[in-house]
């Protein structure tokens, strides 16, 4: 009859409970599918609690057995065990029920009669098997309701009150078992567990932590992690709840989650275990509350799992943390005793944890044992040994022994099968590799198989080694190695005898050491002795000969320590001498240094080293004064370091006290007084400080004032004036005198205008850029709000360029290698202070300035300066005559002259000059001011422009400007005379009227030579005559003519010689006439003669309306007319006469004319009856003479204009 595999379906949120081969129960949750074989092919009986029924569905030859409640059933009235009888034995049940990776609980309600039924069960139900594992089908999360509720359950009113009153028994129940006698205790019919070890004390596995495995802790590291995002949303901020309600619902669901049952262990295993508990529930006085409310939906919790291992009361380790029912715990120990509880969460709320489970591991198999040793052996023979394992609950029976039997395949067979822990192999081939492996056995099965350990059996006697090294020598020992004999197989079992001989002891070779190793430290020698070594080798086959002998030499020993150290001489405040004497013992060898060791104090808690050498002297120095010092020495030889000397004490001599820090202003400086606070100095010279002295100095002075001497630590000084700052300073004394004195305290007495600020400091970016910045002067306390910068270029007149915070200003556009001034003031709320001291600065040198005015040389200028040898002769010699040539001039029609202006070198020395005339070529010149440029085209433009150049470089061009050459100048035009008299002459020259407009372009220059033979220039003008005047008579003159225009001057014309007549005598006065009887006398003025030509006179006659006839020509000046007619009227002028010795006369210019009246004849009668206006006026007239008719025109004209002027005054103007 074949098996049958039945499929025993549970549905979500139902239980299913067997009894598995060792007679524990196993509850198996929903949903799952559980596979039981029948051996008969019929189902078996199945039993299932009150109230669910079962039925078989078959389904392509499978048969499902579905496990369902009934419709009248309310699920948590009864509970899901009760006491079924006995299932049928199943020889093949263990291989078909699965293992539950991830058991899911059923819901509360079937749990509710399950807590503490298992300490009811009859021991006939618990079987002597070994458990078998159990897995169940992982559940999805699709699978679940919200909050682990299942989907079908409906609670009617009297489930509710049900399920209320089953709580409360429960937790009654719960209450009344503080004692643990809910967990899974087998009861006294049972049998007895395995045997358990080290129940105290953690495993000794290197897989345990704690009771756990490295699994366990990673998931309680998890759970921590999800435990910790759990409470982020406490219930006491619900929203619109009151704090009343808020403090009831919060104690109510506190006091809910308190109500935690204990877990329930449903699955047992070697290294695990499966738990489940119950939600906790509410209590009775609660349920009744909300029976009136509307039912809210109960809170999703989550639950934490702890482990302890250590008892009860020990301590307990997270190994679960999550929302579900149940957990499972890996990596335990076998056959050990745990302790579990269960603690639940609700957001930032934690229950108190349950009461703990007690459980016990099952045994199992022991551990993989360690491979096998070798004991010994022989060419045939080998002893191996072994350590027993971890038994793991169950004593172990066997041990399994197996061998490759030197054939190396890997193919092990059994060689040994016992309790024993050591086994003898033989018949074994010499020389030959052997593996081994070890396994042990138990009830529970067997180990798996140690790592294969190889042995080799002995060979033949070894070869003697080769002689022992020295690895290193010590003062008693010496450390030797040697190596393997050659041609001895690494798996021989090989030892070593080394033996020894002390030069000098007459005992020869005695054995040292004894062993496999191929290295020994042979002890308890003598210091500085030498000692001769050698090796043999041996194995199981026998002892091979010495090897050739090593000698070697112990270290020498450690000196003994020096004489106690003395003071030589006096110690000073800060420094002593120090000797002593070297060690009674050098240990062997000489001593090579000593060691000085200084600690302060007399404790000798600390020590410093102040000295290392060969001296036997040495001087401690950099001491505190008055202290107290300890001094020790030790020494250094070959053979190491001595013991410590005796201690020298050292008191050194006190000093004045060290500086004290600066006195400190205790609360605001006053007007006129400041107090003063101070702490004693850090350095008090090894003496108590006794006295202090407070020394004031006034503003900017060098030497202070005493103001205080006592033993306060604080005072008044008064007498300060206010605004000012005062230094303080202050010293300490003790019984060595007064110390140095502390830094100055600068105390600013109230409030004042800034002091004078510290001269500014220029940094010249550029020859034109200057950055001026300064420091901040005391504020006279109060701040400084504003500086005033002065700047110019003369100390007299600097002007204000800054004002501000700031405490630097940059100026631009400055002129390079100038001198500046500058100075800055400080001002804040009190006033402004004084200006600081005038800063002189100058720019650096730079490029020399644009060339700012340039002219054009006029002709007269543009003089040549190297002249010939031939020129300088002819001037030479004009210089001896009186008469020096025109200088030579350049031709204004080829060359133009430039004259400039030096411009500013900028403090570097011009050094040339570039100038640049267009497509030309530039021309580079010297340090002049003054160029003619040679080679040009006549009347031609040219662009014309000049550039400095000094050391730095070239600086910029000039502005452009234009200058023309000239044309070629005129031809001089031919020269004549066209009137000309014994004082004048007139010239003419060229065609063109004789007076001509200044713009007339052609122009002329005529000279006449002077009596020195130099030609001198009489017109210079556009006009084609000129009239030479205030010439001597009969005298000639000879002139030039020069023709020029803008192209320049024209050479000069060939020489023309014109020549003056004599001059006629000069005009006469009118002659005077006196009447005589019939005749007049007339009379005229005298000539004197003319260059040596006499002088004679034609006087002429005019009667009446007649012509002038001539009546005398003479030398004489008086003449008189005879037989005059008395009726008739006679006018007379003269006039003289030049008689020339080699030319005809000449006749002069007459005279005004005279007029002689004819007298009147006078009766007495009427010359009497006339009055004196009458004969006045028979009296003859005179005529006006030219001079006096020219006086009376100019004063007519004087007053015309005048009386004009008049009239436009009055008329135009006003």
């Given at each position: ?19 598995r ?30 109230g ?7 389904e ?26 006995p ?6 049940l ?101 045997p ?63 109500n ?78 745990y ?5 639940a ?11 703990p ?25 080998l002893?191996?040994?072994w ?16 061998w ?5 395949t ?11 822990k ?29 790592e ?31 190596n ?12 070593y ?15 040292s ?6 290295s ?13 070594f ?5 194995n ?33 405040p ?20 000593y ?80 107090q ?23 503003p ?49 007495t ?41 700047w ?116 570097a ?16 010149t ?17 662009r ?23 044309p ?20 003419k020259?060229?065609?063109?009227p ?6 007339d372009?052609?122009q ?15 017109y ?93 020509k ?13 009726s ?81 005054q ?5």
């Amino acid at each position: 009859m074949r098996a049958t595999v039945i499929l025993v379906q549970v549905n979500p949120g139902e239980a299913f409970t067997i009894q598995r081969e060792d007679g524990q129960f196993q509850c198996i949750t929903g949903p799952a599918q559980v596979p039981m074989m029948s051996p008969n092919g019929s189902v078996p009986p199945i039993y299932v609690p009150p109230g669910y029924v079962q039925q078989i569905i078959e389904e392509n030859g499978v048969r499902r057995v579905l496990v369902l409640p009934q419709a009248e059933f309310h699920p948590g009235g009864h509970s899901p065990l009760h006491h079924p009888p006995p299932p049928p034995p199943h020889a093949h049940l263990q291989a078909f029920i699965p293992h539950p990776h991830h058991p899911i609980m059923p819901p509360p309600h079937l749990y509710s009669g399950m807590a503490g039924s298992t300490g009811d069960m009859n021991a006939q139900y618990i079987s002597q098997y070994h458990p078998a594992h159990i897995y169940s089908e992982q559940v999805s999360s699709d699978t679940h309701p919200p909050h682990g509720r299942t989907p079908f359950v409906h609670r009617d009113e009297r489930a509710n009150k049900t399920y209320e009153r089953l709580q409360k028994k429960l937790k009654e129940r719960q209450g009344g078992q503080a004692g643990g006698g809910g967990s899974l205790v087998p009861s006294k019919d049972s049998p007895p567990l395995s045997p358990q070890k080290s129940r105290g004390t953690p495993p000794a596995g290197g897989d345990l932590q704690n009771g756990l495995g490295y699994k366990g802790v990673e998931e309680q590291c998890q759970a921590s992690a999800t435990v910790t995002g759990l409470g982020t949303e406490c219930p006491g901020r619900e929203r619109d709840v009151e704090p009343g309600e808020l403090n009831e619902k919060t104690q109510a669901l506190q006091e809910w989650l308190n109500n935690m049952g204990k877990p329930v262990v449903m699955d047992i295993q070697a290294r695990g275990a499966s738990l489940g508990w119950v939600a906790p529930v509410r209590t009775v006085a609660d349920e009744e509350q909300k029976e009136g409310e509307e039912k809210s939906e109960d809170p999703s919790f989550s639950y934490e799992v702890s482990v302890s291992y250590s008892g009860k009361d020990g301590k307990y380790n997270t190994a679960y943390s999550g929302k579900e029912l149940s957990a499972t715990i890996e990596d335990l120990r076998p056959a050990t005793d745990y302790h579990v509880r269960v603690q639940a969460m609700y957001n930032c709320l934690h229950g108190n944890p349950s009461e703990p489970v007690s459980f016990t591991t099952l045994s199992c198999e022991p551990d993989t044992p360690s491979p096998p040793r070798k004991a010994s052996g022989t060419k045939s023979s080998l002893v191996l040994q072994w350590k027993a394992p971890c038994d793991n609950g169950s004593k172990i029976q066997n041990y399994i022994l197996q061998w490759d039997e030197g054939k190396g395949t890997g193919v092990f067979e059994q060689c040994y099968y016992g309790p024993q822990k050591q086994y003898r192999v033989t018949k074994l081939s010499p020389a030959t590799k052997y593996s081994f492996r070890l396994a042990a056995k138990n009830d529970m099965g067997v180990s798996e198989f140690s790592e294969p350990v190889d042995m080799m059996t002995s060979c033949s006697v070894p070869a003697p080694p080769l002689r022992p090294e020295l690895i290193q020598a010590g003062v008693t020992w010496l450390c030797l190695q040697w190596n393997r004999p050659v041609g001895s197989p690494k798996e021989d079992d090989i030892g070593y005898v080394l033996e020894m001989e002390e030069e000098g002891s007459g005992y020869g070779f005695q054995p040292s050491y004894d062993g496999d190793e191929v290295s020994c430290t042979v002890r308890n020698l003598h210091r500085s002795t030498k000692y001769k070594f050698r090796v043999a080798a041996y194995n199981a086959e026998g002892k091979s000969n010495p090897s050739p002998m090593s000698e070697f030499t112990t270290a020498p020993d450690r000196p003994s320590c020096p004489c106690k150290p003395s003071i030589k001489g006096k110690p000073h405040p800060t420094s002593f001498r120090m000797t002593w004497d070297p060690p009674k013992d050098n240990g062997g060898s000489d001593v090579t240094e000593y060691v000085v060791e200084l600690s302060e104090g007399l404790s000798g808690s600390s020590w410093e080293q102040v000295y290392r050498g060969s001296a036997m002297e040495c001087v401690c120095d950099g001491l505190k004064p008055g202290w107290s010092y300890q001094a020790r020495v030790y020494c250094l030889s070959e053979g190491g370091q001595s013991p410590m000397s005796e201690t020298l004490q050292v008191q050194m001599p006190a000093v004045p006290p060290g500086p004290c820090q600066q006195p400190r202003v205790v609360g605001k400086p006053k007007a006129r007084e400041i107090q003063l606070r101070w702490a004693p100095p850090q350095v008090d010279g090894g003496s108590v400080v006794c006295s202090y002295s407070v020394e004031v100095f006034a503003p900017q002075a060098e030497e202070g004032k005493e103001v205080y001497q006592g033993p306060e630590l604080d005072c008044t000084v008064c007498g300060l004036l206010p605004g000012r700052t005062y230094g303080f300073r202050l010293r300490a004394a003790n019984k060595a005198g007064y110390g140095p004195s502390s830094e100055r305290t600068e105390v600013t007495t109230g409030p004042g205008a800034p002091e004078a600020c510290q001269p500014p400091h220029i940094v010249c970016k550029s020859p034109s850029c200057a950055v001026v910045s300064w420091e901040a002067p005391p504020c006279n306390g109060a701040a400084v709000t504003e500086y005033r910068l002065e700047w110019g270029a003369a100390e007299g007149s600097m002007q204000v360029c800054y004002t501000g915070s700031g405490m630097s200003h940059e100026l631009k556009g400055l002129l390079p290698a100038t001198n500046y001034f500058c100075r800055v003031q400080a001002g804040n709320v009190a006033g402004v202070g004084p200006f600081s001291d005038v800063v002189l600065c100058q720019t650096p040198c730079s490029v020399p300035a644009a060339v700012s005015s340039v002219h054009a040389l006029r002709e007269s200028e543009m003089q040549v300066e190297d002249r010939s040898s031939d020129r300088e002769e002819e001037e030479e010699e004009g210089e001896d005559e009186g008469d020096g040539p025109s200088p030579l001039l350049y031709s204004p029609s080829t060359c133009l002259g430039l004259r400039w202006e030096a411009p500013c070198d900028h403090g570097a020395e011009i050094t040339s000059y570039l100038i640049d005339i267009g497509e030309r070529q530039p021309i580079l010149t010297g340090p002049v001011t003054k160029y003619i440029i040679q080679n040009l085209q006549p009347d031609t433009s040219y662009r014309i422009r000049i550039q400095a150049l000094n050391s730095l470089g070239a600086g910029p061009f000039s502005h452009t400007f234009k200058l023309k050459t000239k044309p070629l100048p005129p031809l001089p035009p031919r020269l004549e005379c066209t009137a000309f008299s014994h004082q004048t002459l007139r010239l003419k020259w060229g065609e063109g009227p004789a007076k001509s407009t200044p713009t007339d372009s052609l122009q002329y220059h005529l000279q006449m030579e002077d009596k020195n033979g130099r030609f001198v220039s009489l017109y210079k003008g556009p006009c084609h005559t000129h009239k030479v005047q205030r010439l001597n008579e009969s005298t000639s003159y000879t002139f030039r003519i020069q023709a020029f225009n803008e192209a320049g001057e024209g050479p000069f014309s060939s020489v023309y010689t014109f020549t003056t007549p004599r001059s006629p005598p000069a005009p006469l006065k009118a002659p005077r006439v006196e009447r005589l009887d019939e005749s007049c006398e007339i009379s005229w003025e005298a000539l004197p003669p003319m260059k040596g030509d006499p002088v004679i006179y034609c006087l002429q006659c005019m009667q009446g309306n007649s012509e002038f006839k001539q009546i005398y020509k003479g030398s004489a000046t008086v003449f008189q007319l005879a037989n005059l007619s008395s009726s008739a009227e006679y006018r007379f002028r003269v006039c003289a006469i030049r008689q020339c010795q080699d030319a005809p006369e000449i006749i002069g210019p007459y005279s005004s004319t005279i007029t002689l009246l004819p007298p009147r004849i006078e009766t007495p009668a009427s010359s009497s009856s006339m009055g004196p206006k009458t004969a006045e006026a028979l009296r003859p007239r005179r005529s006006l003479t030219d001079e006096q008719f020219s006086f009376l025109i100019i004063a007519l004209l004087a007053v015309t204009s005048i009386l004009i002027a008049v009239a436009i005054q009055y008329f135009v103007i006003e």
